[in-house]
């Protein structure tokens, strides 16, 4: 199975990166994260922020694999715990070759990127930085896996 983590920003600290990809090596080979930075639009003068965020749903929705489920990280969506993660991430393995999870921008997701979406989900009522979200949702994936195949690095 593939999970494609789309995240709006290409340019990112090489510590964000380096704990996107040890998360995303721990994994099987049955399952493998990928990550596709997508370059944010610049803001012009003579386009705001609605405008920027429109661009960037246009971004991610063309990112998206053929027949993936798609799922958006939304401020209003559901909350998981590690349990219900990995039985989702079970679910997939059953049912789903792909699945996108899609990461806005500063200003969130478009309305067309949450029509496309089969669920919402949000980390948390902490609001993060849209870099730190990509790490975190990798060792949630990992933690997900693990409690899948009782290897003991969730200790719950």
Same mark, same amino acid.
């Not at 990809?21 to 049955?30: C, I, K, M, Q, T």
């Not at 003579?46 to 799922?71: F, M, N, R």
């Not at 039985?87 to 997701?109: M, P, S, Y």
């Given at each position: 199975?593939?999970?494609?983590?789309?995240?709006?920003?290409?340019?990112?600290? #090489?510590?964000?990166?380096?704990?996107? /990809?040890?998360?995303?090596?721990?994994?099987?080979?049955?399952?493998?994260?990928?990550?596709?930075?997508?370059?944010?639009?610049?803001?012009?003068?003579?386009?705001?922020?609605?405008?920027?965020?429109?661009?960037?749903?246009?971004?991610?929705?063309?990112?998206?694999?053929?027949?993936?489920?798609?799922?958006?990280?939304?401020?209003? #969506?559901?909350?998981?715990?590690?349990?219900?993660?990995?039985?989702?991430?079970?679910?997939?393995?059953?049912?789903?070759?792909?699945?996108?999870?899609?990461?806005?921008?500063?200003?969130?997701?478009?309305?067309?990127?949450?029509?496309?979406?089969?669920?919402?989900?949000?980390?948390?009522?902490?609001?993060?930085?849209?870099?730190?979200?990509?790490?975190?949702?990798?060792?949630?994936? +990992?933690?997900? +896996?693990?409690?899948? /195949? /009782?290897?003991? +690095?969730?200790?719950?």
């Amino acid at each position: 199975m593939e999970i494609h983590l789309l995240a709006i920003g290409a340019r990112m600290p #090489g510590w964000i990166d380096e704990g996107f /990809n040890e998360y995303s090596r721990r994994l099987g080979r049955d399952c493998e994260l990928i990550l596709k930075a997508l370059p944010s639009p610049r803001k012009s003068k003579s386009q705001d922020s609605a405008g920027v965020k429109q661009q960037e749903g246009e971004l991610l929705l063309a990112a998206i694999p053929q027949d993936a489920y798609a799922i958006a990280l939304h401020e209003h #969506g559901k909350m998981h715990d590690t349990v219900a993660v990995s039985r989702k991430l079970g679910e997939w393995f059953e049912q789903h070759r792909r699945v996108a999870v899609l990461i806005g921008g500063a200003d969130g997701l478009s309305d067309e990127c949450l029509a496309q979406c089969k669920e919402r989900w949000s980390l948390s009522r902490l609001t993060f930085p849209h870099s730190l979200v990509r790490v975190i949702m990798a060792e949630q994936i +990992y933690r997900a +896996y693990s409690v899948l /195949n /009782n290897h003991p +690095y969730h200790r719950a």
